[in-house]
């Protein structure tokens, strides 16, 4: 029954991939044909030369790894006192901290936009990095207070006792026990940062093109070849990622797990 | 190695009105081992963080061989400690967590190797180098975390309950361990528990703690058979206290009748027949321990606690008897 239920999950998570696969990869795949008759490689090829697709998705990544370390680096000290303090106040941190997920991006975007053109950040990776740690913060936040929450500071008390300065303390200790936290964390902000598409456009102004962009031209200009191409390529990327960091959260889970 | 002096220490916390320690001072000589008993909320806890750096005193000063550590940066005081849970890391091994506060002082990585293999030995674990904290059980998680402690040659050792989450026998031998590892490397040691038992094994003084002030302060023999105040005899576990003139014949440090005379359970005898220094009651519990019986006697409105080692009588719920406190036995307390 397990197993069942287990195929079932991953072949509604693998459909869609394997629908754009079958449109990516064939010509002329009319209604009445359950299977496309024509397999081709160069729509795929055609995306994978175009220099528009590939330095798309090297300003993506490049936007989403700046994004993820912007935004960690932000969330740690406040997912530190949120997660281990309790104070006045606390319960309105958080409410601000949210509150750009509940306010339209539509909203905060043109705000943004009026305030980088005035200072030259509009239409620079700079500025749209920027922009997209508004969505992530929140997630990342989040991630890390809870993990905090359930950290014990007399780990910290130990190392310093033993001899370690602060900066030992917090590479060797804190973050350690935080990793499997720390991936997750990293994780949502690469993804929110990779798939946006709204602050990207309304700050980039068309002068910075990630993979969504392309897509959102591409799918108003309807080849369904040309959308199923882009549309994996754009989840090439979180799905490689997952797969990798899966297998050490698991490890690091376990190791944890093994403390308590 | 160490001499601490802890001169009339005071600290409140911000968010409250009544002070944690109160002009607390205990010096503490090298080498020795001083037990800090008290229930919680008596500020033991809080005199660790102070001395550790965790936090810092309102007033008052503490002193390493004579010279003040309040302007030392925590990590360099060398005062270690040891907790309830061992605290071990949990994604380093054995050999990794005992060479931790080696490492991050810079030693070189065979020295540190064969560092923590002495330190193995004299935990009595040599060969668990590789495993990981969470294959170790409860007393050896413990002896490491003792272990990563004790191997960076602290100045001082400060002991939090280390001992309070394990099994009675694991207990008794790391009590055993902890005294004769603490007497064999001479390391200055305070060690905070809350029982009694625990802090007469271990310790070379005791220090009664009550609301952030010393109550008593001296051997445990002395304390516990002695001991020269209320509190202090309440916590030694005696809980009759006569006035003076309820004593018919005193001994000859029971001269005046103000004053309160205290006796300790095992001193007390039931007995059916009155004699000097007794009083009528009814026993009101009987309760065959093994090596000992506990009486509850009630009289004139008050219950008087006494245990008889065996062979000792059992008397029914009920029985009319007399409760003898020995004049040899009596010793006056201040209230």
């Known amino acids: 029954m397990k197993y069942i239920f287990r195929a079932l999950l991953y072949l509604i998570l693998i459909a869609p991939l394997l629908l754009f696969a079958a449109y990516a990869f064939s010509t002329r795949w009319f209604f009445p044909q359950p299977f496309p008759v024509e397999w081709t490689t160069s729509t795929f090829q055609h995306a994978i030369n175009d220099s528009r697709t590939l330095s798309s998705m090297a300003q993506g990544i490049w936007i989403a790894l700046l994004v993820s370390v912007l935004s960690l680096i932000l969330a740690l000290p406040a997912a530190r006192v949120l997660g281990l303090r309790q104070f006045r106040g606390r319960q309105l941190a958080w409410l601000l901290l949210f509150l750009p997920t509940i306010i339209p991006p539509l909203a905060i975007g043109m705000g943004l936009n009026i305030l980088f053109l005035r200072i030259g950040l509009a239409g620079t990776i700079t500025g749209v990095a920027l922009a997209h740690i508004i969505p992530t913060l929140p997630y990342t936040i989040f991630t890390l207070s809870s993990a905090f929450a359930r950290f014990d500071e007399n780990y910290e008390f130990q190392a310093l006792a033993l001899g370690a300065n602060p900066l030992q303390i917090f590479l060797q200790v804190t973050l350690r026990m935080l990793t499997p936290s720390l991936v997750v964390a990293t994780l949502f902000a690469f993804l929110i940062s990779w798939s946006q598409y709204l602050l990207t456009l309304l700050i980039g102004g068309g002068q910075v093109i990630t993979l969504p962009i392309l897509l959102f031209s591409a799918a108003s200009g309807g080849n369904p070849a040309t959308i199923a191409t882009l549309s994996l390529l754009f989840v090439a990327p979180p799905v490689l990622v997952i797969a990798f960091t899966a297998r050490q959260l698991n490890q690091h889970g376990n190791q944890i797990r093994e403390q308590y | ?335």
């Not at chain 2, 409250?16 to 909320?41: Q, R």
């Not at chain 2, 002082?105 to 002495?118: L, N």
């Not at chain 2, 040599?126 to 998680?141: C, T």
């Open chain 2, 1 to 335: 190695m160490t001499t601490i002096n802890i001169l009339s220490l005071s600290k409140t916390y911000p968010n409250s009105t009544a002070p944690v320690l109160k002009d607390f001072s205990l010096s503490i000589h090298d080498g020795e081992m001083v037990a800090l008993l008290g229930p919680s909320g008596s500020g033991k806890s809080t005199l660790l963080k102070l001395i550790t750096g965790i936090e810092r005193p309102d007033s008052g000063d503490i002193q390493f061989d004579g010279s003040t550590i309040l302007n030392i940066d925590p990590n360099k005081r060398g005062a270690v400690l040891m907790f309830q849970k061992s605290y071990l890391f949990p994604f380093l091994n054995v050999e990794e967590n005992i060479g931790f506060g080696l490492k991050v002082q810079g030693m070189s990585s065979e020295s540190i190797r064969a560092e923590v293999k002495r330190m193995l030995n004299l935990i009595g674990l040599p060969g668990i180098e590789k495993r990981k904290p969470g294959q170790l059980s409860g007393g050896e998680g413990q002896r490491v975390a003792l272990a990563r402690a004790l191997v960076t040659n602290p100045k001082l050792l400060l002991l939090d309950e280390p001992l309070s989450s394990l099994d009675t026998s694991v207990r008794m031998n790391l009590q055993e361990a902890i005294r004769s590892i603490q007497r064999e490397l001479g390391v200055t040691t305070i060690f905070v528990t809350h029982d009694l038992g625990e802090a007469m094994a271990m310790s070379d003084r005791m220090a009664l703690l009550l609301n952030g002030e010393i109550v008593a302060l001296d051997n445990p023999e002395a304390l516990f058979h002695r001991p020269r105040s209320l509190a202090a005899a309440k916590f030694m576990g005696v809980s009759t206290f006569l006035d003076g003139d309820q004593l018919t014949v005193k001994n000859e440090a029971c001269s005046s009748s103000e004053k309160i005379f205290a006796i300790r359970p095992e001193h007390i005898r039931v007995q059916k027949d009155g004699c000097e220094n007794s009083m009528q009651g009814v026993v009101s519990d009987c309760v065959f321990r093994g090596e000992y019986v506990e009486y509850q006697v009630a009289v004139n409105g008050t219950s008087v606690r006494a245990r008889m080692t065996m062979p000792a009588p059992m008397f029914p719920h009920g029985e009319q008897v007399y409760v003898n406190f020995p004049k040899e036995h009596l010793f006056e307390v201040e209230n």
